[in-house]
Nanobody, 112 residues
Framework: QVHLVQSGGGVVTPGASLRLSCEASERTFSSYAIGWFRRPPNEEREFVAAISDNGASAKYSDSVEGRFTISRDHAKNTVYLQMNNLEPEDTAVYYC?????WGQGTQVTVSS
């Protein structure tokens, strides 16, 4: 069964950085765009960022533009989300998604 395995996340203070990883179980995912989403406490899941199949283009939500960077390593079948200058509002469970397959979710907590 195809799946996406996430790693990274944790508890940090405002202004800190974290990197999330999303590794695909099959190389097939290298041919498709992959996105990151998040679900803040008591809110709906929302779009964060996405990257094209070849990694040449990326999109970001307004709330993370300039602070987060999405990238991918085809050799490792992995997509990353580098999160800098984290804010308490970034606290959420983060998910990667491609072809309708969701990662297991990773908790990110930003608190002083």
């Amino acid at each position: 069964q195809v799946h996406l395995v996430q790693s990274g996340g944790g508890v940090v203070t405002p202004g800190a950085s974290l990197r999330l990883s999303c590794e695909a179980s099959e190389r097939t995912f290298s041919s498709y765009a992959i996105g990151w989403f998040r679900r803040p406490p008591n809110e709906e899941r929302e779009f964060v960022a996405a990257i094209s199949d070849n990694g040449a283009s990326a999109k970001y939500s307004d709330s993370v533009e300039g602070r987060f960077t999405i990238s991918r390593d085809h050799a490792k079948n992995t997509v990353y989300l580098q999160m800098n200058n984290l804010e308490p509002e970034d606290t959420a469970v983060y998910y990667c998604n491609s072809l309708g397959v969701w990662g297991q979710g990773t908790q990110v907590t930003v608190s002083s």
